[in-house]
């Protein structure tokens, strides 16, 4: 499967962003899809995940102002982001893995990452 994600810009704390990861050469339905980010000088970290039954799964600091979803029809996973703020700042990678994880090293497609970068 190939992602391609988009969505990312320049906002002011406290904006929104909403990110979008399009898959082609397979359908994401049978799928965990995941959102990670990456700020610079630190390694990737995981945001949130969905799980092929529609379980959802985020990291501690984004809960409640994170919201991933997928649009089976489109073949599209989302990543709604709230209450933005400066530490939120990275590029943001989707990715599709064959199993139930949040681990960035299950994850066997990635896309190509979005920046997203968050005024003060």
Known sequence: ??????????????GSLRLSCAASGSTLSGYTM?????APGKEREFVACS?????????TSVKGRFTISRDNAKNTIYLQMNSL????TAVYYCAAASKISSWSTDYDHWG?????????
């Open 51 to 59: 799980w092929i039954d529609g379980t959802t799964n985020y990291r």
């Open 34 to 38: 995941g959102w990670f980010r990456q």
């Open 112 to 120: 190509q990452g979005t920046q997203v970068t968050v005024s003060s």
């Open 85 to 88: 703020q400066p530490e939120d």
């Open 1 to 14: 499967v190939q992602l391609q994600a988009s969505g990312g810009g320049l906002v002011q704390a406290g």
